[in-house]
């Protein structure tokens, strides 16, 4: 069985002290790859030079928008250099969060609608990061150029997933899957496209069950697998196997054999 996180954050040097350790974990537990996303220009540039460090690291890199009062345009040709690193497959994550509001809604906007001119420049794929915010999130996708977007850690409506579809988006799977209370999200994961969702840990972040409450790690994906296998019926290989074929075909195949 070979698994792909989607989505951590092994940059995070608190989190991660040792890099290696948690890599070799993740391998050992048949994690193949794992794509370190960035939040701001020093996480970005900290995933690539984890990328350069390691095989079975790939990175993301971008703003995201609780760091939005601190992003100003002149980011740009910082991330547009970024995005052109072998092993940087894709602009993120970036997008909306109206949960929290570490910055103005105003500030989000401008963030995300820079990044996106550049995803479009630089064809690079787009991982999103939305909270409480994906009616205004899909208006403005809506309004823009047909593009390769993935909903990380989705957790919007049966509506919300509709509109996605429709603008050929994919969809990240976390933690959550695997909680009980989790009922509604199962019923929305269930009228997803089946060749449009990965798996992710958003580790630290986000641990499923049995480690729920714990600091998370890429190792732990499988647990996501599980509780992704059970909402969608199918046995963990042949969620593993689909899942991981779904990151490769957004991501690149990024040495996989
Ligand atoms: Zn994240």
């Known amino acids: 069985m070979q698994l792909i996180d989607t989505h951590c954050h092994l940059n995070d040097r608190d989190a991660f002290p040792i890099v290696g350790m948690a890599v070799n974990e993740a391998m ?10 960035g939040v701001d220009t020093a996480s970005s540039e900290r995933a690539v030079s984890l990328a350069e460090e390691f095989t079975e690291l790939y990175a993301a890199v ?5 760091h939005a009062s601190d992003y100003r345009a002149g980011e740009l040709p910082t991330i547009r250099t970024l995005l052109a690193h072998p092993k940087v497959v894709a602009l993120g994550e970036i997008g909306l969060d109206f949960y929290r509001d570490h910055a103005s809604r105003a500030d989000q906007f401008e963030c995300l609608s820079g990044q996106l001119d550049l995803a479009v420049e630089t064809g690079k794929p787009v991982v999103f990061h939305c909270r409480d915010a994906y009616d205004e999130l899909l208006t403005v996708l809506e309004s823009r150029p047909a593009h390769k977007y993935l909903f990380h850690c989705f ?4 509506d919300a997933a509709r509109r996605g579809i429709a603008l050929g988006g994919w969809f990240g799977v976390d933690g959550p899957v695997t909680y009980k209370s989790s009922g509604p999200l199962r019923d929305v994961l269930a009228t997803l496209p089946r060749d449009r969702i990965v798996i992710e840990t958003d580790s630290p972040w986000m641990a499923p069950i049995p480690y729920r409450g714990q600091r998370n790690k890429p190792a732990w994906v499988t647990e996501v697998n599980k509780g992704l296998a059970e909402a969608l019926g199918l046995s963990d290989e042949d969620c593993a196997q689909l899942t991981t074929s779904n990151a490769l075909a957004f991501f690149g195949d990024m040495g996989v054999v």
């Open 28 to 37: 050992a537990a048949g994690v193949a790859r794992m794509i370190v996303v």
């Open 62 to 66: 971008g703003w995201h928008p609780n």
């Open 155 to 158: 957790a919007g409506s049966v």
